[in-house]
């Protein structure tokens, strides 16, 4: 048996009304915003995320799906959402655009990690990019799109945590009292963190090893080396988060895990779904566009993992049960009902009616029994009585009650009711 590869998952026919939920609703909360949709290619050349995500990142030096395609070329499938948006808005000259430029999109993302709950090597983000605004308003736009989201799905208990990591002025003085921190503990740090001390002390915050965490809680803190613009920046954007009511904490612990972010940096994280429990992370990324050709233009986004807003929900009870099934099943009985029955069906699905039938002449105990099995709302049974009536009887399988209808009156007693 062929099985599918370590990490990734099926998504069964019975599970995907989830992702239709979630999808449906990230979508509509980001047109709520003004968002437009952004589809960019699922592979991209490789230097893309080696110039935009950073040669220093985890991503990049150990989790990406790269090979050489039969033209010679490395391509490698997106590891994250942001360069390639950067990218298209690059070459679209986008920057000519109405700015800012808000687009959201839905993509998997390709991750060569160690498969665990909530970590896989083929996840899907909810992204949102805003391109063109250098004010902490837009980061707090993104952020409410985000918070926008989880309360419309119903999730009160995410803690939303914020950070500034400063710009490039103020970040080497930051880096350089880090690395004299580190360097005096560095020998009972993990592998990763030793070739961290080096080439980007920062992510050493992020670290998930229990060895580095006790370093970590020592750590000289961001807010001691921003300069006056980041503290101006962070300050606004904690004005208005508070203006909006929203509830957060400063967690100078929040470093994010790509090298382009620049300022702003945030985390929701649940409680509920165990030691993977970043559910979205974002920030602003003022010099990604630069850094990948283009010119300077700031920008703004976050990546929501859509497995583990589905875990946190169906843990909380809060993923609706099912979605049902076809609004109507028509059973026939003999030779002249299924023809009769396939015209109706196509008939009613032809004014927008969900309905289905028998293909495979079986009887009509079968026949009820799958439109039972599959939750059709309504079903009739259609022999010869009927069709010399011209009528059947609707029967809502819910609550059992049973309406004798015309057959031309289907699709309206249907569309009603
Ligand atoms: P983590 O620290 O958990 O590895 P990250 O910092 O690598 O996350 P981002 O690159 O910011 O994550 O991706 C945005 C979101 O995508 C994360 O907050 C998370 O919800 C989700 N995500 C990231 N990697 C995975 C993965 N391997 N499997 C499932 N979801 C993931
Ligand atoms: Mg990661």
């Given amino acids: 048996m062929i099985n599918v590869p370590k990490g990734t998952k099926d998504v069964l026919p019975s599970e995907s009304f989830k992702w239709h939920y979630v999808e449906k609703?990230?979508?509509?909360?980001?047109?709520l915003f003004g968002l437009k949709e952004i589809r960019t290619p699922v592979f991209e050349h490789t230097e893309l995320f080696l110039r935009g995500v950073g040669e220093t990142t985890d991503i990049v030096n150990k989790e990406m799906y790269t090979f050489t395609d039969?033209?010679?070329?490395?391509?490698?499938?997106k590891p994250e959402g942001t360069a390639g948006v950067a990218r298209c808005f690059i070459e679209n000259a986008l920057f000519n655009a109405p700015l800012p430029l808000k687009t959201y999109y839905i993509t998997?993302?390709?991750?060569?990690?160690?498969?665990?709950?909530?970590r896989l090597r083929e996840h899907h983000q909810f992204g949102v990019e805003i391109f063109g605004s250098y004010s902490a308003k837009t980061d707090a736009e993104v952020i409410m799109i985000a918070k926008t989201l989880f309360d419309t799905l119903g999730l009160k208990n995410l803690e939303l945590n914020i950070n500034n990591i400063g710009c490039p002025k103020c970040r080497a003085g930051y880096n350089a009292a880090l690395k004299k921190y580190f360097a005096d503990r560095i020998d009972g740090m993990c592998k990763s963190c030793k070739e961290r001390l080096e080439k980007n002390p920062l992510r050493i915050l992020d670290c998930k090893e229990e060895q580095c965490k006790k370093a970590v809680s020592g750590a000289p803190s961001v807010s001691d080396y921003l300069c006056d613009d980041c503290l101006a920046h962070r300050k606004d954007l904690e004005d208005t988060l508070d203006l909006l009511g929203v509830e957060y904490k400063v967690n100078p612990n929040i470093v994010r895990g790509?090298?382009?972010?620049?300022?702003?940096?945030?985390?929701?994280?649940?409680?509920?779904?165990?030691?993977?429990?970043?559910?979205?992370?974002?920030?602003?990324?003022?010099?990604l566009v630069e850094e990948v050709g283009g010119k300077s233009v700031p920008a703004v986004g976050f990546g929501m993992g859509l497995e583990r807003l589905?875990?946190?929900l169906e843990g909380l009870g809060l993923m609706p049960a099912h979605d049902g099934g076809v609004k109507i099943y028509l059973a026939s009985i003999g030779d002249k009902a299924q023809k009769e029955v396939l015209k109706l069906t196509y008939e009613l699905r032809k004014h927008g009616i969900s309905a289905d039938c028998?293909?495979?002449?079986?009887?009509?105990?079968?026949?009820?029994?799958?439109?039972?099995?599959?939750a059709a709302e309504y079903t009739a049974v259609i022999g010869d009585d009927e069709i010399e009536a011209a009528a059947a009887e609707l029967k809502n399988m819910a609550?059992?009650?049973?309406?004798?209808?015309a057959f031309k009156d289907i699709t309206r007693f249907l569309k009603d009711n």
């Fill in 25 to 31: 609703a990230a979508a509509k909360t980001a047109e």
């Fill in 70 to 77: 039969k033209g010679g070329r490395s391509v490698t499938l």
């Fill in 108 to 118: 998997p993302v390709f991750r060569y990690e160690k498969p665990q709950s909530g």
């Fill in 258 to 287: 790509l090298d382009y972010y620049t300022g702003t940096v945030f985390e929701f994280i649940s409680k509920d779904i165990g030691a993977q429990g970043t559910v979205c992370g974002g920030g602003r990324y003022n010099n």
């Fill in 310 to 312: 589905i875990l946190t």
């Fill in 358 to 374: 028998d293909c495979m002449d079986r009887s009509v105990k079968a026949q009820m029994k799958y439109a039972d099995k599959t």
């Fill in 399 to 405: 609550n059992g009650s049973v309406s004798r209808v």
